[in-house]
Protein backbone atom coordinates (compact mmCIF):
# COMPACT_ATOMS: atom_id res chain seq x y z
CA UNK A 1 0.00 0.00 0.00
CA UNK A 2 1.03 3.28 -0.65
CA UNK A 3 2.99 5.80 1.94
CA UNK A 4 0.51 9.11 1.87
CA UNK A 5 2.74 11.92 0.23
CA UNK A 6 3.00 15.65 1.68
CA UNK A 7 0.57 16.31 -1.41
CA UNK A 8 -1.98 13.77 -0.81
CA UNK A 9 -2.80 15.79 2.32
CA UNK A 10 -6.56 17.61 2.37
CA UNK A 11 -6.48 21.02 2.69
CA UNK A 12 -8.73 21.75 5.64
CA UNK A 13 -11.59 23.28 4.20
CA UNK A 14 -12.33 26.05 6.94
CA UNK A 15 -9.08 28.06 6.50
CA UNK A 16 -6.00 28.45 4.75
CA UNK A 17 -3.47 24.87 4.95
CA UNK A 18 0.17 25.23 3.12
CA UNK A 19 1.03 22.18 4.97
CA UNK A 20 2.34 20.46 1.96
CA UNK A 21 4.87 23.45 0.72
CA UNK A 22 5.77 23.30 4.63
CA UNK A 23 6.47 19.80 5.50
CA UNK A 24 8.14 19.95 2.11
CA UNK A 25 10.46 22.82 3.23
CA UNK A 26 10.67 21.16 6.55
CA UNK A 27 11.89 17.67 5.30
CA UNK A 28 14.91 19.53 3.19
CA UNK A 29 15.88 21.41 6.56
CA UNK A 30 16.09 17.64 8.27
CA UNK A 31 18.16 16.14 5.10
CA UNK A 32 20.49 19.19 5.17
CA UNK A 33 20.81 19.27 9.31
CA UNK A 34 21.84 15.48 8.92
CA UNK A 35 26.12 17.49 8.01
CA UNK A 36 25.36 18.93 11.51
CA UNK A 37 25.46 15.63 13.55
CA UNK A 38 28.65 14.02 14.12
CA UNK A 39 28.39 10.29 13.30
CA UNK A 40 32.31 9.56 14.20
CA UNK A 41 35.44 11.90 16.35
CA UNK A 42 38.79 11.47 16.19
CA UNK A 43 41.93 13.07 17.60
CA UNK A 44 45.79 12.78 19.05
CA UNK A 45 47.81 13.31 22.15
CA UNK A 46 51.74 14.05 21.54
CA UNK A 47 54.21 12.19 23.34
CA UNK A 48 57.36 14.12 23.80
CA UNK A 49 59.53 14.20 21.46
CA UNK A 50 63.20 14.61 20.83
CA UNK A 51 62.72 19.09 20.37
CA UNK A 52 60.46 20.01 23.29
CA UNK A 53 58.17 18.22 25.70
CA UNK A 54 54.26 17.17 24.45
CA UNK A 55 52.02 20.03 24.95
CA UNK A 56 49.36 19.28 22.69
CA UNK A 57 45.71 17.40 22.54
CA UNK A 58 43.74 17.44 19.81
CA UNK A 59 40.55 16.38 18.67
CA UNK A 60 38.35 16.76 15.47
CA UNK A 61 34.52 16.21 14.66
CA UNK A 62 33.23 15.27 11.27
CA UNK A 63 30.69 17.30 11.83
CA UNK A 64 31.03 20.17 8.68
CA UNK A 65 32.92 22.41 10.86
CA UNK A 66 35.91 20.81 12.14
CA UNK A 67 36.66 21.51 16.11
CA UNK A 68 39.72 21.05 18.08
CA UNK A 69 39.60 20.42 21.47
CA UNK A 70 42.26 23.03 23.21
CA UNK A 71 43.10 21.19 26.02
CA UNK A 72 46.73 20.96 26.62
CA UNK A 73 47.77 17.29 27.85
CA UNK A 74 50.57 14.99 26.66
CA UNK A 75 51.22 11.50 27.39
CA UNK A 76 54.08 9.69 28.47
CA UNK A 77 55.59 7.09 26.51
CA UNK A 78 53.15 4.11 26.96
CA UNK A 79 54.33 0.91 28.08
CA UNK A 80 53.04 -2.94 26.43
CA UNK A 81 53.95 -5.86 28.37
CA UNK A 82 52.56 -9.62 27.44
CA UNK A 83 52.61 -13.04 28.05
CA UNK A 84 55.90 -14.53 26.69
CA UNK A 85 54.86 -18.49 24.81
CA UNK A 86 58.32 -19.53 26.90
CA UNK A 87 57.54 -18.97 30.62
CA UNK A 88 61.86 -18.53 30.28
CA UNK A 89 61.77 -15.57 28.09
CA UNK A 90 62.56 -12.10 30.63
CA UNK A 91 60.04 -10.01 31.02
CA UNK A 92 62.53 -7.50 29.26
CA UNK A 93 62.06 -9.16 26.02
CA UNK A 94 58.14 -9.09 25.98
CA UNK A 95 57.49 -5.66 26.74
CA UNK A 96 57.23 -2.30 24.54
CA UNK A 97 57.88 1.26 24.71
CA UNK A 98 55.87 3.75 22.32
CA UNK A 99 56.99 5.74 20.21
CA UNK A 100 59.18 2.68 19.26
CA UNK A 101 62.66 2.78 19.26
CA UNK A 102 63.96 0.57 15.95
CA UNK A 103 66.23 -1.53 18.42
CA UNK A 104 62.70 -2.63 20.37
CA UNK A 105 62.69 -4.35 16.73
CA UNK A 106 63.06 -7.74 18.17
CA UNK A 107 60.35 -7.29 20.51
CA UNK A 108 58.11 -6.47 18.38
CA UNK A 109 58.87 -9.87 16.37
CA UNK A 110 58.34 -11.57 19.51
CA UNK A 111 54.87 -9.76 20.27
CA UNK A 112 53.58 -10.53 15.95
CA UNK A 113 54.76 -14.45 16.64
CA UNK A 114 52.75 -14.24 19.83
CA UNK A 115 49.65 -12.99 18.36
CA UNK A 116 47.03 -14.89 16.70
CA UNK A 117 45.51 -14.08 13.12
CA UNK A 118 42.16 -12.03 13.58
CA UNK A 119 39.00 -13.49 12.77
CA UNK A 120 35.38 -11.37 11.81
CA UNK A 121 32.09 -12.38 12.67
CA UNK A 122 30.40 -14.11 9.42
CA UNK A 123 26.71 -15.74 9.76
CA UNK A 124 26.99 -16.07 13.43
CA UNK A 125 30.82 -17.79 13.74
CA UNK A 126 34.43 -16.47 13.44
CA UNK A 127 36.09 -17.11 10.56
CA UNK A 128 39.38 -16.59 9.15
CA UNK A 129 39.58 -14.75 5.38
CA UNK A 130 42.35 -13.40 4.63
CA UNK A 131 40.86 -11.66 1.89
CA UNK A 132 38.46 -10.00 3.92
CA UNK A 133 40.80 -9.38 7.21
CA UNK A 134 44.58 -9.95 7.80
CA UNK A 135 45.41 -8.64 11.07
CA UNK A 136 46.84 -10.26 14.35
CA UNK A 137 44.79 -10.40 17.56
CA UNK A 138 46.34 -10.52 21.27
CA UNK A 139 43.30 -10.70 24.12
CA UNK A 140 43.50 -8.20 26.83
CA UNK A 141 43.88 -10.92 29.66
CA UNK A 142 47.36 -11.66 27.32
CA UNK A 143 48.88 -8.43 28.05
CA UNK A 144 48.99 -4.95 29.51
CA UNK A 145 49.75 -1.56 29.00
CA UNK A 146 49.87 1.66 30.94
CA UNK A 147 47.39 3.58 28.23
CA UNK A 148 44.31 4.75 29.85
CA UNK A 149 41.86 6.86 27.38
CA UNK A 150 40.05 8.16 30.64
CA UNK A 151 43.24 9.79 32.00
CA UNK A 152 43.78 11.40 28.80
CA UNK A 153 39.90 13.11 28.30
CA UNK A 154 39.54 10.80 25.46
CA UNK A 155 36.54 9.42 26.74
CA UNK A 156 34.94 12.70 27.70
CA UNK A 157 35.43 13.98 24.10
CA UNK A 158 33.56 11.27 22.87
CA UNK A 159 31.12 11.66 25.34
CA UNK A 160 30.90 15.50 24.31
CA UNK A 161 30.28 14.59 21.00
CA UNK A 162 28.49 11.29 20.11
CA UNK A 163 26.58 11.39 23.25
CA UNK A 164 23.52 13.94 22.80
CA UNK A 165 21.91 14.95 25.80
CA UNK A 166 17.94 13.84 25.70
CA UNK A 167 15.24 15.29 27.65
CA UNK A 168 14.13 11.92 27.85
CA UNK A 169 12.99 11.78 32.04
CA UNK A 170 15.21 9.56 34.68
CA UNK A 171 17.03 7.71 31.57
CA UNK A 172 19.60 10.32 30.91
CA UNK A 173 22.74 8.13 29.09
CA UNK A 174 25.41 10.66 30.12
CA UNK A 175 28.40 9.25 30.06
CA UNK A 176 30.54 6.60 28.15
CA UNK A 177 32.32 3.36 29.18
CA UNK A 178 35.04 1.59 27.27
CA UNK A 179 36.12 -1.72 27.63
CA UNK A 180 39.35 -2.52 26.32
CA UNK A 181 38.59 -5.56 23.45
CA UNK A 182 41.69 -6.64 21.65
CA UNK A 183 45.45 -5.54 20.35
CA UNK A 184 45.80 -5.76 16.97
CA UNK A 185 48.97 -5.16 14.62
CA UNK A 186 47.86 -4.45 11.02
CA UNK A 187 51.28 -5.09 9.22
CA UNK A 188 53.07 -4.30 6.00
CA UNK A 189 52.85 -5.54 3.19
CA UNK A 190 49.17 -6.39 3.32
CA UNK A 191 47.66 -5.88 6.82
CA UNK A 192 43.82 -4.67 5.85
CA UNK A 193 40.49 -5.19 7.15
CA UNK A 194 37.27 -5.06 4.52
CA UNK A 195 34.31 -2.94 4.84
CA UNK A 196 32.13 -3.97 7.98
CA UNK A 197 29.90 -2.87 11.16
CA UNK A 198 30.97 -4.09 14.47
CA UNK A 199 29.24 -6.73 16.40
CA UNK A 200 26.93 -4.99 18.94
CA UNK A 201 27.94 -6.89 22.36
CA UNK A 202 25.16 -5.14 24.28
CA UNK A 203 21.87 -2.97 23.72
CA UNK A 204 23.91 -0.19 25.23
CA UNK A 205 26.66 0.08 22.94
CA UNK A 206 26.70 3.07 20.98
CA UNK A 207 30.04 2.40 19.54
CA UNK A 208 33.78 1.50 18.60
CA UNK A 209 37.03 2.96 19.99
CA UNK A 210 40.37 2.71 17.76
CA UNK A 211 43.84 4.10 19.05
CA UNK A 212 46.55 4.13 17.05
CA UNK A 213 50.09 3.54 18.95
CA UNK A 214 52.87 5.78 17.56
CA UNK A 215 54.45 3.17 15.31
CA UNK A 216 55.55 3.82 11.87
CA UNK A 217 54.02 2.45 9.01
CA UNK A 218 52.69 3.49 5.04
CA UNK A 219 49.22 3.12 4.60
CA UNK A 220 46.34 1.79 6.90
CA UNK A 221 43.93 4.45 6.48
CA UNK A 222 40.71 3.84 8.48
CA UNK A 223 37.53 5.13 6.64
CA UNK A 224 34.19 5.64 8.51
CA UNK A 225 30.76 6.03 6.47
CA UNK A 226 27.32 7.09 7.62
CA UNK A 227 24.42 8.23 5.12
CA UNK A 228 26.81 8.59 2.25
CA UNK A 229 29.29 10.79 3.75
CA UNK A 230 33.05 9.03 4.62
CA UNK A 231 36.00 10.81 7.14
CA UNK A 232 39.04 9.31 6.97
CA UNK A 233 41.22 8.74 9.55
CA UNK A 234 45.00 9.00 7.86
CA UNK A 235 47.59 7.87 11.52
CA UNK A 236 50.87 7.57 9.16
CA UNK A 237 52.67 11.10 10.16
CA UNK A 238 53.69 12.55 13.69
CA UNK A 239 52.08 15.17 14.18
CA UNK A 240 54.51 18.30 13.76
CA UNK A 241 57.51 16.98 14.98
CA UNK A 242 56.18 14.96 17.69
CA UNK A 243 55.09 11.11 17.91
CA UNK A 244 51.61 11.24 18.73
CA UNK A 245 48.99 8.37 19.87
CA UNK A 246 46.02 9.12 17.55
CA UNK A 247 42.40 7.95 17.78
CA UNK A 248 39.03 7.60 16.17
CA UNK A 249 35.80 6.64 17.85
CA UNK A 250 32.38 5.84 15.55
CA UNK A 251 29.04 4.95 16.07
CA UNK A 252 28.22 1.25 15.88
CA UNK A 253 26.25 1.13 12.92
CA UNK A 254 28.64 2.99 11.04
CA UNK A 255 30.68 0.98 8.16
CA UNK A 256 34.49 1.37 8.28
CA UNK A 257 37.39 -0.52 6.62
CA UNK A 258 41.14 -0.25 7.17
CA UNK A 259 42.93 -0.04 4.00
CA UNK A 260 45.92 -1.77 3.20
CA UNK A 261 49.13 -1.29 5.65
CA UNK A 262 51.66 -1.04 3.06
CA UNK A 263 54.97 -1.33 5.29
CA UNK A 264 55.76 -1.35 8.86
CA UNK A 265 52.99 -1.90 11.65
CA UNK A 266 50.54 -0.10 12.71
CA UNK A 267 49.14 -1.36 16.79
CA UNK A 268 46.23 -0.57 18.01
CA UNK A 269 43.85 -0.66 21.02
CA UNK A 270 40.48 -1.39 20.14
CA UNK A 271 37.70 -0.70 22.57
CA UNK A 272 33.69 -1.01 22.88
CA UNK A 273 31.89 1.78 23.76
CA UNK A 274 28.87 2.04 26.09
CA UNK A 275 26.44 4.58 27.31
CA UNK A 276 26.13 4.75 30.76
CA UNK A 277 23.87 6.75 33.77
CA UNK A 278 27.02 8.95 34.14
CA UNK A 279 28.43 9.90 37.28
CA UNK A 280 31.93 10.65 35.61
CA UNK A 281 33.40 13.91 35.22
CA UNK A 282 30.71 15.13 32.74
CA UNK A 283 27.82 13.54 34.65
CA UNK A 284 27.19 17.26 36.47
CA UNK A 285 28.95 19.81 33.65
CA UNK A 286 27.46 18.56 30.57
CA UNK A 287 27.92 20.84 27.46
CA UNK A 288 25.77 18.87 25.09
CA UNK A 289 23.82 20.43 22.42
CA UNK A 290 21.14 23.37 23.40
CA UNK A 291 18.65 21.81 20.96
CA UNK A 292 16.79 25.08 20.81
CA UNK A 293 19.85 26.84 19.35
CA UNK A 294 19.62 24.26 16.42
CA UNK A 295 18.13 25.72 12.95
CA UNK A 296 15.86 22.85 13.41
CA UNK A 297 14.08 24.11 16.64
CA UNK A 298 13.89 27.50 14.96
CA UNK A 299 12.00 26.26 11.92
CA UNK A 300 9.74 23.50 13.86
CA UNK A 301 8.66 26.27 16.37
CA UNK A 302 7.52 28.49 13.52
CA UNK A 303 5.74 25.65 11.78
CA UNK A 304 4.20 25.54 15.39
CA UNK A 305 2.80 28.73 15.68
CA UNK A 306 1.52 29.07 11.99
CA UNK A 307 -1.92 28.39 11.72
CA UNK A 308 -2.16 27.28 8.10
CA UNK A 309 0.17 24.32 9.39
CA UNK A 310 -1.74 21.14 9.87
CA UNK A 311 -5.00 23.51 11.08
CA UNK A 312 -6.35 20.24 12.72
CA UNK A 313 -2.99 18.14 14.09
CA UNK A 314 -1.65 15.58 12.24
CA UNK A 315 0.76 12.85 12.54
CA UNK A 316 4.66 13.03 11.32
CA UNK A 317 6.95 10.04 10.52
CA UNK A 318 10.58 10.70 10.81
CA UNK A 319 12.94 7.22 9.86
CA UNK A 320 15.50 6.95 11.94
CA UNK A 321 18.87 8.44 10.73
CA UNK A 322 20.91 5.69 12.52
CA UNK A 323 20.53 1.72 13.20
CA UNK A 324 18.95 0.67 16.93
CA UNK A 325 19.11 -2.75 18.27
CA UNK A 326 16.15 -3.75 18.66
CA UNK A 327 15.69 -7.39 20.39
CA UNK A 328 15.60 -6.72 24.12
CA UNK A 329 13.20 -5.61 26.54
CA UNK A 330 16.35 -3.33 26.98
CA UNK A 331 16.76 -1.35 24.40
CA UNK A 332 17.51 1.49 26.42
CA UNK A 333 15.50 3.60 23.92
CA UNK A 334 14.82 6.74 23.32
CA UNK A 335 18.16 7.74 25.67
CA UNK A 336 20.44 6.20 23.45
CA UNK A 337 19.16 7.82 20.48
CA UNK A 338 22.28 9.18 18.08
CA UNK A 339 22.73 12.53 16.08
CA UNK A 340 19.99 13.87 14.28
CA UNK A 341 17.32 11.30 15.62
CA UNK A 342 17.88 12.61 19.25
CA UNK A 343 17.61 16.32 17.87
CA UNK A 344 14.26 15.78 15.96
CA UNK A 345 13.03 13.99 19.01
CA UNK A 346 14.10 16.77 21.68
CA UNK A 347 13.16 19.25 19.04
CA UNK A 348 9.44 18.06 18.91
CA UNK A 349 9.24 17.14 22.34
CA UNK A 350 10.14 20.41 23.44
CA UNK A 351 7.84 22.26 21.71
CA UNK A 352 4.86 19.96 23.32
CA UNK A 353 4.33 17.20 20.84
CA UNK A 354 4.03 13.85 21.26
CA UNK A 355 6.89 11.52 20.37
CA UNK A 356 7.04 7.98 20.52
CA UNK A 357 9.49 5.50 19.08
CA UNK A 358 7.66 2.35 16.75
CA UNK A 359 9.16 -0.22 15.00
CA UNK A 360 8.63 -0.32 10.55
CA UNK A 361 8.65 -3.84 9.55
CA UNK A 362 8.29 -4.20 5.35
CA UNK A 363 8.87 -7.15 3.06
CA UNK A 364 12.17 -7.87 0.95
CA UNK A 365 11.90 -5.77 -2.02
CA UNK A 366 9.73 -3.01 -1.77
CA UNK A 367 11.35 0.42 -1.01
CA UNK A 368 8.63 1.31 1.58
CA UNK A 369 10.28 4.60 2.13
CA UNK A 370 9.08 6.07 -1.57
CA UNK A 371 5.29 4.93 -1.38
CA UNK A 372 5.67 0.81 -0.05
CA UNK A 373 5.03 1.29 3.53
CA UNK A 374 3.75 -1.70 4.94
CA UNK A 375 3.25 -1.84 8.54
CA UNK A 376 3.58 0.55 11.48
CA UNK A 377 4.38 -1.79 14.25
CA UNK A 378 2.29 -0.89 17.59
CA UNK A 379 5.01 -0.54 20.50
CA UNK A 380 8.83 -0.26 20.71
CA UNK A 381 11.16 -2.34 21.28
CA UNK A 382 9.86 -5.45 19.28
CA UNK A 383 10.46 -8.39 21.87
CA UNK A 384 12.75 -11.45 21.67
CA UNK A 385 11.02 -14.31 20.58
CA UNK A 386 11.74 -17.78 19.15
CA UNK A 387 12.11 -16.92 15.84
CA UNK A 388 14.54 -14.43 16.87
CA UNK A 389 16.83 -17.25 17.92
CA UNK A 390 17.29 -18.72 14.53
CA UNK A 391 17.31 -15.32 11.99
CA UNK A 392 20.78 -15.90 10.47
CA UNK A 393 19.37 -14.93 6.93
CA UNK A 394 17.26 -12.20 4.98
CA UNK A 395 14.82 -15.05 4.61
CA UNK A 396 14.26 -15.90 8.17
CA UNK A 397 14.22 -12.10 9.06
CA UNK A 398 11.48 -12.05 6.16
CA UNK A 399 9.66 -14.78 7.82
CA UNK A 400 9.68 -12.80 11.25
CA UNK A 401 8.87 -9.92 9.53
CA UNK A 402 5.59 -10.90 8.08
CA UNK A 403 4.71 -12.74 11.46
CA UNK A 404 5.23 -9.76 13.59
CA UNK A 405 3.54 -7.28 10.98
CA UNK A 406 0.50 -9.81 10.52
CA UNK A 407 -0.25 -10.13 14.23
CA UNK A 408 1.01 -6.79 15.61
CA UNK A 409 1.07 -4.25 12.76
CA UNK A 410 -0.83 -1.49 11.79
CA UNK A 411 -1.31 0.40 8.42
CA UNK A 412 -1.34 4.14 9.07
CA UNK A 413 -3.09 5.74 6.49
CA UNK A 414 -2.68 8.98 8.15
CA UNK A 415 0.85 9.16 8.90
CA UNK A 416 3.40 11.89 6.45
CA UNK A 417 6.94 10.66 5.91
CA UNK A 418 9.07 13.37 6.45
CA UNK A 419 12.28 11.39 5.05
CA UNK A 420 12.73 8.43 3.61
CA UNK A 421 14.75 4.78 5.63
CA UNK A 422 18.08 5.29 4.89
CA UNK A 423 19.36 1.97 6.49
CA UNK A 424 17.36 -0.80 4.53
CA UNK A 425 21.20 -1.53 3.84
CA UNK A 426 22.03 -2.23 7.18
CA UNK A 427 18.90 -3.89 8.77
CA UNK A 428 20.17 -7.28 7.88
CA UNK A 429 23.90 -7.63 7.62
CA UNK A 430 24.60 -6.79 11.39
CA UNK A 431 24.51 -10.40 11.89
CA UNK A 432 26.00 -11.69 8.94
CA UNK A 433 29.43 -9.51 8.95
CA UNK A 434 31.06 -7.90 11.81
CA UNK A 435 34.30 -8.07 13.89
CA UNK A 436 33.12 -10.40 15.81
CA UNK A 437 30.51 -13.46 15.60
CA UNK A 438 27.10 -13.01 17.26
CA UNK A 439 23.48 -13.75 16.49
CA UNK A 440 22.24 -11.65 19.39
CA UNK A 441 21.91 -8.34 18.75
CA UNK A 442 19.77 -7.39 15.46
CA UNK A 443 18.79 -3.87 13.93
CA UNK A 444 15.78 -3.25 12.57
CA UNK A 445 14.26 -0.22 11.25
CA UNK A 446 12.73 2.04 13.59
CA UNK A 447 10.54 5.52 13.52
CA UNK A 448 9.69 8.74 15.79
CA UNK A 449 6.32 9.30 15.69
CA UNK A 450 5.03 12.72 16.07
CA UNK A 451 1.77 13.72 16.51
CA UNK A 452 1.22 17.74 15.57
CA UNK A 453 -1.59 19.03 18.30
CA UNK A 454 -4.54 21.09 16.12
CA UNK A 455 -3.62 24.43 15.90
CA UNK A 456 -6.33 25.36 18.38
CA UNK A 457 -4.79 23.50 20.96
CA UNK A 458 -1.37 24.10 20.13
CA UNK A 459 -1.22 27.76 20.34
CA UNK A 460 -2.54 28.03 24.15
CA UNK A 461 1.49 26.43 24.37
CA UNK A 462 2.47 28.40 22.20
CA UNK A 463 1.23 31.62 24.19
CA UNK A 464 1.97 29.89 27.34
CA UNK A 465 5.63 30.13 26.29
CA UNK A 466 6.21 33.58 25.03
CA UNK A 467 4.21 35.09 28.29
O1 LIG B 1 42.04 -0.66 13.25
C1 LIG B 1 41.08 0.02 12.89
O2 LIG B 1 41.20 1.18 12.52
C2 LIG B 1 39.68 -0.57 12.89
C3 LIG B 1 39.63 -1.99 13.34
C4 LIG B 1 38.25 -2.57 13.26
O3 LIG B 1 37.44 -2.15 12.50
C5 LIG B 1 37.85 -3.65 14.19
O4 LIG B 1 38.68 -4.16 14.95
O5 LIG B 1 36.66 -4.02 14.17
FE1 LIG C 1 35.50 -2.79 13.08
Not at 33 to 49: I, N
Not at 107 to 126: H, V
Not at 377 to 383: N, T
Request: proline residues 6%.
Amino acid sequence: MDTPSVSDITPDQQGKDNTSELLDELGVLMERSQGEFAFACGGFVTLPGQEEPGSQHGSGSTSSSETMASEKTSSRPITLRWDPDDSSTPASQCKLVFPLEPCTSENLARLTATMSPATFGFNGEDVYDETYRRALKLDPSQFSTDFCPYELGIIDIIAQILLPTTRVPDNNLTAVRAELYNLNIYAGPSGHFRAHVDTPRSNLQIGSLVVCLPATFEGGNLEVRHHGKTVVYDWTGSKGSQPAIQWAAFYSDCEHEVQKVQSGHRVTLTYNLYAMRGNGRLAECRTGIDYANLPLYKHVRALIVDESFMPSGGRLGFFTTHSYPHTSKSSFLPAALKGLDMAVWNVFFSLHCKVELRPVAHMDGRDFGQGYFDSLGDFFPFEPNAYINYMESLEDFNCVVECWSGQRGGYSDDLVWLNKSGHKEYQFSMSAYGNHSCTDTVYSSCAIIIKIPPYDERKSYVKDESD
